[in-house]
């Protein structure tokens, strides 16, 4: 409040106000869908195991963590759509039995659409899927991460997933979609294959 001169008495925290000369919570101290993380009002809802991360996600917090070797794989792969639908896109699982984070992985595909690291904490729940869309939207779908990749190919190109991993990345998978011995068939135009 005043400082008694003119000025003014600020108080520290941006969840505080200040009521009769005393800086207190602006809200009432919440935990409801919150697994960890602040609860609004300087206190906390609870921490993460060792090697997990808190994070916010449609109104509440969790505790994700890193994949384990090959706790994520593919299950459909769209890689030659044409007309309005003309986005390549995939679809990722997590096996385990913890969400997951896949921010710090690294999208590869064997193209000349190169490598693309995933920048933001997308968050795949136990035995959840998420929609991986590259370049562009796909019409009557909501994709969890875009990627600015222009497109998977045709045929000809393996698909990975690699994470951070101590002391070396983990991969999560490989996939080949080439039709040649050994891999999955090259998708058709407006098809997808699943796995």
Excluded at 84 to 112: H, R
Excluded at 135 to 140: D, H, M, V
Excluded at 159 to 166: F, S
């Amino acid at each position: 409040g005043d400082d008694g001169c003119g000025g003014g008495c600020a108080c520290a925290q941006e969840w505080q106000i200040c009521a009769e000369g005393l800086c207190v919570c602006a809200v009432e101290p919440s935990c409801d869908g919150k697994a960890c993380g602040d609860d609004g009002c300087g206190g906390t809802c609870g921490s993460c195991a060792a090697g997990g991360i808190c994070v916010e996600q449609d109104g509440g917090s969790l505790c994700a963590f890193p994949p384990a070797p090959a706790q994520v794989v593919p299950t459909e792969i769209s890689s030659h759509n044409t007309g309005d639908c003309a986005v390549d896109w995939f679809e990722l699982t997590n096996l385990g039995e913890v969400p997951v984070t896949l921010e710090g992985c690294t999208i590869g595909d064997a193209s000349a659409t190169g490598d693309h690291v995933i920048s933001l904490p997308v968050v795949i729940p136990a035995g959840g899927l998420a929609l991986f869309v590259a370049g562009g939207a796909l019409p009557g779908a909501v994709a969890d991460y875009d990627f600015p990749k222009p497109n998977l190919n045709q045929g000809g190109d393996t698909l990975w997933l690699e994470c951070p991993g101590d002391p070396a990345p983990v991969l999560q998978f490989s996939v080949d979609f080439t039709g040649d011995l050994g891999a999955l068939p090259a998708p058709a135009a407006g098809a997808s294959v699943g796995l």
